[in-house]
């Protein structure tokens, strides 16, 4: 059993099988298509982008001032680098599938422009506020945080000037988050 749970790609084919074996089982209801699998795999790099976000504001950001100097390399040297390098790549993989659903359902440009109506402006509005936190990750947040974590080098009035832009970049995503998944989940334009 450890030899399966202690192996982390394992787990996530077994998953990957038993998601395969739900899509079969329902497929007299729910047809399994390009539009169906890129939803599930766009909900998916979706909760793990947001997930992370809310680990770094809920949990690492307020605990990081109470760990004790000698232990906070433990988090800025290995932990965050990791936390960092899944956060950017599924805001991308959100952004690409995000955009490729409304591209293969043929609303993409109407629902960017607002030139739709009703459901369709709701998710141009999720689209453009998802847009903006990908945005934050890709042109402040991480570009900071390499600054602050030391994977790139910087002195330390550059560490100081990072530190209160990578707070607010994330601290935007946070609040925009909010809305955004309203209208995630509530367009339901398939
Ligand atoms: C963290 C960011 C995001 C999360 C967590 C997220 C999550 C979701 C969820 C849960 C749905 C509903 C899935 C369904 O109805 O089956 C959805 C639908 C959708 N998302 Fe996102 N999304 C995010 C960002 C984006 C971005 C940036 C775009 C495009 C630029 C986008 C475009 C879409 C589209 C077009 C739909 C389909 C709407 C529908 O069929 O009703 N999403 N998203």
């Not at 996530?12 to 298509?33: E, Q």
Request: hydrophobic share 55%; with cysteine; glycine share 8%.
């Amino acid at each position: 059993m450890a030899k399966i749970f202690g192996n982390l790609h394992l787990v996530l084919l077994i998953g990957l099988l038993l998601a395969i074996i739900v899509m079969m089982w329902f497929v007299d209801s729910a047809p399994v298509d390009v539009n169906s699998v890129m939803h599930w795999l766009h909900t998916f790099f979706g909760v793990l982008w947001i997930g992370l976000l809310y680990y770094l504001n809920f949990v690492q950001v307020p605990t990081m001032p109470s760990v004790p100097a000698e232990l906070k390399k433990g988090v800025t040297g290995y932990i965050a680098p990791k936390v960092f390098f899944y956060f950017r790549y599924a805001a991308l993989l959100t952004v690409v599938l995000g955009l490729g659903i409304a591209g293969q359902q043929h609303y993409l440009v109407p629902a960017l422009t607002f030139s739709g109506a009703g459901n369709l402006n709701m998710i141009g509005v999720g689209m453009w506020l998802g847009i903006v936190m990908f945005l934050n990750v890709w042109l402040l947040i991480w570009p900071n945080q390499k600054k602050i974590l030391g994977i790139v080098e910087a002195t330390d009035e550059e560490k100081a000037k990072a530190t209160p832009i990578a707070l607010a970049a994330s601290r935007t995503n946070l609040a925009l988050s909010l809305p955004m998944l309203y209208c995630m989940v509530s367009a339901n334009l398939s």
